[in-house]
């Protein structure tokens, strides 16, 4: 026969104490209630001894909240999404609260889903680098007084709090680097999205170009076909049919992953003889010969926000009132890849 679980009352009958009086001890409010040293050692070793455990859905019931919060990204195996995730885990359990990761693949469909799932459970917040058409269910949530920051990219018009970077100064600064190292003919390669922080990237590379008098020469992948693993052939035709190139400005890290095995494929030599940056920074990259120059997010201080961003609106009673945007600054790492041939 399965043991039933030990309560709150129990301790209170074995001890001869009021049930609140436990409940005050073992939420921590012992000293706010005026609950002798001695009174709440006795019940935290009795609770210890007796191997209890909190019920957490009737805890959470009883209080409004549960103490976890969603951290949904675009993909969690992406390097640059697990790196941020592994650190914000840190941060959010030093707060005490314990994270949920999920990826949305950049899918409406699923965002939507897991969204309506992690809410009918009652998470208390939510960390949401949005695809493309859910600007419309963010809406609800904070309508809904649910506490949601937009992380990596926004909505234009959406009155939602956010942490994101200056994609659009980072890839200037990337392009017209490559361009003070002698480059004329800069092929930039992303995915064909109208998402903020790809749209900044593509911004930022093109007014450095036009700015040093050069002609744009742009790849944009759908990402649909990303997806299906078709990446390497659209760069692959971008090079052959581009035989003038000097220098590949990759707008994504797994671009950057693809766009290295299309040269090294094609002819190895390519990879010492073409100037290369890539958006977001990669172990990977700096074992490579010649190592990559990479745009490089803040991971620490983006980590950091989220949980500076996310805290007044899970303590506050209507967290529609505020909202905070902020954006942080880059840091390009200069590698052999992007030095003058």
Do not use: W
């Amino acid at each position: 026969m399965k043991k039933k679980p030990v309560s709150i009352r129990n301790i209170a009958d074995e001890l001869k104490i009021s049930v609140t009086t436990v409940s005050f001890v073992l939420n921590g409010k012992a000293k706010e209630k005026h609950i002798s040293k001695e009174l709440t050692k006795k019940v935290l070793d009795y609770a210890k001894l007796i191997n209890y455990r909190p019920n957490q859905i009737a805890q959470s019931l009883r209080t409004g909240k549960s103490k976890i919060l969603v951290f949904m990204v675009e993909d969690i195996s992406n390097n640059f999404f697990s790196k941020l995730a592994r650190i914000f885990e840190d941060i959010a359990y030093e707060k005490g609260y314990k994270v949920i990761f999920c990826s949305n693949e950049n899918d409406d469909e699923k965002s939507n889903e897991l969204i309506t799932l992690f809410n009918f459970r009652q998470v208390d917040g939510f960390i949401i680098v949005p695809s493309p058409g859910i600007k419309e269910t963010i809406e609800n949530l904070i309508k809904d007084n649910i506490p949601v920051v937009l992380l990596d990219r926004i909505f234009d018009g959406l009155e939602c709090s956010s942490v994101v970077i200056d994609n659009e100064q980072a890839s200037f600064d990337a392009t017209q680097h490559l361009i003070e190292s002698k480059f004329k003919n800069i092929g930039f390669i992303t995915t064909a999205s109208d998402q903020s922080q790809m749209h900044g990237r593509l911004v930022g590379y093109e007014k450095a170009a036009i700015k040093n008098g050069l002609k744009p020469n742009t790849l944009q992948i759908p990402f649909n076909e990303i997806v299906k693993g078709k990446g390497k052939e659209y760069i692959k035709n971008f090079v052959d049919q581009h035989h003038d190139l000097d220098a590949v400005f990759f707008s994504t890290n797994y671009l950057a992953q693809s766009g290295l095995e299309v040269l090294k494929e094609k002819n190895p030599q390519l990879i010492k003889d073409l100037g290369i940056i890539a958006f977001d920074d990669n172990d990977m990259f700096k074992i490579y010969d010649p190592m990559i120059t990479s745009v490089a997010q803040p991971m620490i201080e983006i980590s950091t926000k989220l949980m500076e961003v996310l805290l007044p609106l899970l303590k506050k009673k209507d967290a529609s009132e505020i909202h905070q945007k902020v954006v942080l600054k880059t840091e390009l790492i200069i590698r052999e890849s992007s030095l003058a041939k």
